[in-house]
């Protein structure tokens, strides 16, 4: 926060400095997507930017109904940032919702439940800081093609990457040949990846817009990449999401490409993960380690552990919130559905990562993905995590071994807790098990949620049959 202006005086020095001729407002829906107001900066004012600005909440999806349509976008100035696609100098401002009739923040907005999140921690005396830190892979393809009719339904994706162009002709440029093959597209260099240059220019860019960019790589699937960026407090991480999705699209976009964080939109290869990585910290201390524990994690960070493996098929319905979440989390492709533990092993749900000291002590779950609204996901795992360390809950573990190996019967005898293997399964388990998000998370605002969940991905994907139904069943 604050890496260009802190106040809302330092806001229109800036704007002059940079001769910003437009002001863009952005907030987020519950599916996590971003819209935006943009107003001409001669029209801003300082008490437009303290009171809020007003805007339609009935026409945002599963928001407010006609009659009660007015509500306030409140800006969070140290969130603002150039936008580096606009020709015309443009400023952005990230929001929060204000509702005018209850005379709060808007209990539907997800920045808004993010920031009540760490209020109900800190209330709890348990911490001061929660640091997240997501790790969003991505693929990029040069063609995207998608039909969906009464009688018919097909996609094709298509990159360079794919094995499937080998014979392909290019023309005059001719077919190169490189590719990395299904599943083999960790870390290769050029030519096999090919999307160097264009990484590169996504890392510039986040940059650019305030981010600290670590690393980037091409990942295991065909056409898969991954931009690591540092970690953050849970809203600052949230937001930096919402950034960095914007960027990567963008990037790609104008070079002619699209990027899609889809968890799996091919079939036989790895899908895209958000890994989280998190702890807890209180008066500068790192309340999740404990030096000589299994990975120096603390018994506090266990427990947190252990809610998040409690609840975890309501915590489900946010961290992975897409029917298509769930073809990614399937044995042999490095998405791990088994709810145990283990350091340094990619197999489990939760991984405890190799670091030195206190500074880099925390856990790693594997299990979520980019479908999720990232203030949402952020705040149930903290909100499962918290109940656990009230309830001191138990994680199963550690498993050291390779648990992709294990079959479904192994798994069952051995009572190892899964993760949900549809949407349906998540937000059933939300409706069931709900209490532990009920200090921050209104009861109406679960209840919308799932019913969105239902109406607007659940029920349509169900009803539909697919390529591979007729195909195995039309001669039944």
Same mark, same amino acid.
């Given at each position: 926060?604050?890496?260009?202006?802190?106040n809302?005086?330092?806001?229109?020095?800036?704007?002059?400095?940079?001769?910003?001729?437009?002001?863009?407002?952005r907030?987020?829906?519950?599916?996590?997507?971003?819209?935006?107001?943009?107003?001409r900066?001669s029209a801003?004012?300082k008490?437009?930017l303290e009171?809020g600005?007003?805007?339609?909440?009935?026409?945002?999806?599963?928001?407010q109904?006609?009659?009660?349509?007015?509500?306030?976008?409140?800006p969070d100035?140290?969130?603002?940032?150039?936008?580096?696609?606009?020709?015309?100098?443009?400023?952005?401002?990230?929001?929060?919702?204000?509702?005018?009739?209850k005379?709060?923040?808007y209990?539907?907005?997800?920045r808004?439940?993010?920031?009540?999140?760490?209020?109900?921690?800190?209330?709890?005396?348990?911490?001061?800081?929660?640091?997240f830190?997501p790790?969003?892979?991505?693929f990029?393809?040069?063609?995207?093609?998608?039909?969906?009719?009464?009688n018919?339904a097909?996609?094709?994706?298509?990159?360079?990457?794919?094995e499937?162009?080998?014979?392909?002709?290019?023309g005059?440029?001719?077919?190169?040949?490189?590719?990395a093959?299904?599943k083999?597209?960790?870390?290769?260099?050029?030519?096999?990846d090919?999307?160097?240059?264009?990484r590169?220019?996504m890392?510039?860019?986040l940059?650019?817009?305030? =981010?600290?960019?670590?690393?980037? !790589?091409?990942?295991v699937?065909?056409?898969? /990449?991954?931009?690591? %960026?540092?970690?953050g *407090?849970l809203?600052?991480?949230?937001?930096?999401?919402?950034k960095?999705?914007?960027?990567?699209k963008?990037?790609?976009h104008?070079?002619?490409?699209?990027?899609?964080f889809?968890?799996?939109?091919?079939?036989g290869?790895?899908?895209n993960?958000?890994?989280?990585?998190?702890?807890?910290?209180k008066?500068?201390k790192n309340l999740?380690?404990?030096?000589?524990g299994?990975g120096? =994690?603390?018994?506090?960070?266990? !427990?947190?552990?252990?809610?998040?493996?409690? /609840?975890?098929?309501? %915590?489900?319905?946010? *961290?992975n919130?897409s029917?298509?979440?769930?073809k990614?989390?399937?044995p042999?492709?490095e998405?791990?559905?088994?709810?145990?533990?283990?350091?340094?092993?990619?197999?489990?749900?939760?991984?405890i990562p190799?670091?030195?000291?206190?500074?880099?002590?925390?856990?790693?779950?594997?299990?979520?993905?980019?479908?999720?609204?990232?203030?949402?996901c952020?705040?149930?795992?903290? =909100?499962?995590?918290?109940?656990?360390i009230?309830?001191?809950?138990v994680?199963?573990?550690?498993?050291d071994?390779?648990l992709?190996?294990?079959?479904?019967?192994?798994?069952r005898?051995?009572?190892?807790?899964?993760?949900?293997?549809?949407?349906?399964?998540?937000?059933?388990g939300?409706?069931?098990?709900?209490?532990?998000?009920?200090?921050?998370?209104?009861?109406?605002?679960?209840?919308?949620?799932?019913?969105?969940?239902?109406?607007?991905?659940?029920?349509?994907?169900e009803a539909?049959p697919?390529?591979?139904?007729v195909?195995?069943?039309y001669?039944?």
């Amino acid at each position: 926060m604050g890496k260009f202006v802190k106040n809302v005086d330092e806001f229109f020095d800036f704007c002059e400095k940079n001769e910003v001729e437009f002001v863009d407002f952005r907030f987020t829906d519950i599916k996590g997507i971003w819209h935006h107001v943009t107003y001409r900066s001669s029209a801003v004012n300082k008490g437009m930017l303290e009171n809020g600005l007003p805007f339609d909440g009935s026409s945002i999806e599963a928001w407010q109904p006609i009659n009660r349509s007015d509500m306030l976008l409140k800006p969070d100035i140290p969130t603002a940032f150039l936008d580096p696609f606009t020709a015309d100098s443009t400023i952005i401002i990230i929001c929060d919702v204000y509702d005018i009739y209850k005379g709060q923040m808007y209990e539907k907005c997800p920045r808004s439940i993010a920031k009540k999140a760490l209020e109900h921690m800190a209330k709890a005396d348990i911490g001061d800081v929660a640091y997240f830190g997501p790790e969003n892979e991505f693929f990029v393809f040069e063609d995207v093609k998608i039909k969906l009719a009464v009688n018919e339904a097909s996609y094709r994706l298509d990159t360079v990457d794919g094995e499937w162009n080998d014979d392909r002709d290019y023309g005059e440029m001719g077919n190169m040949g490189h590719r990395a093959r299904t599943k083999g597209g960790y870390f290769p260099v050029m030519p096999i990846d090919s999307g160097v240059d264009l990484r590169a220019e996504m890392m510039h860019v986040l940059e650019d817009v305030g =981010l600290e960019v670590i690393l980037g !790589h091409h990942e295991v699937a065909q056409g898969q /990449h991954e931009i690591g %960026v540092k970690f953050g *407090t849970l809203v600052e991480a949230a937001d930096n999401v919402q950034k960095l999705k914007y960027v990567i699209k963008m990037v790609a976009h104008l070079n002619g490409k699209s990027a899609t964080f889809m968890p799996k939109p091919l079939y036989g290869d790895n899908g895209n993960g958000m890994h989280v990585h998190q702890s807890i910290w209180k008066d500068g201390k790192n309340l999740f380690y404990k030096e000589g524990g299994y990975g120096n =994690l603390s018994e506090t960070a266990l !427990h947190y552990l252990g809610g998040i493996f409690k /609840h975890a098929h309501a %915590v489900a319905a946010f *961290t992975n919130a897409s029917t298509n979440s769930y073809k990614r989390l399937i044995p042999g492709f490095e998405a791990p559905s088994i709810l145990t533990y283990s350091s340094q092993n990619r197999s489990a749900s939760c991984r405890i990562p190799y670091g030195a000291g206190e500074a880099a002590t925390r856990i790693e779950t594997r299990f979520p993905d980019s479908t999720s609204c990232p203030y949402l996901c952020f705040t149930a795992l903290l =909100l499962a995590g918290l109940d656990g360390i009230k309830n001191k809950y138990v994680p199963v573990g550690p498993m050291d071994e390779d648990l992709f190996e294990l079959s479904l019967d192994e798994i069952r005898e051995r009572h190892i807790p899964q993760m949900p293997h549809t949407l349906r399964e998540a937000v059933e388990g939300l409706i069931a098990d709900n209490d532990f998000l009920k200090p921050v998370m209104t009861q109406e605002f679960i209840d919308t949620f799932q019913h969105y969940q239902f109406e607007r991905q659940i029920w349509p994907d169900e009803a539909r049959p697919t390529p591979f139904e007729v195909q195995s069943t039309y001669s039944c």
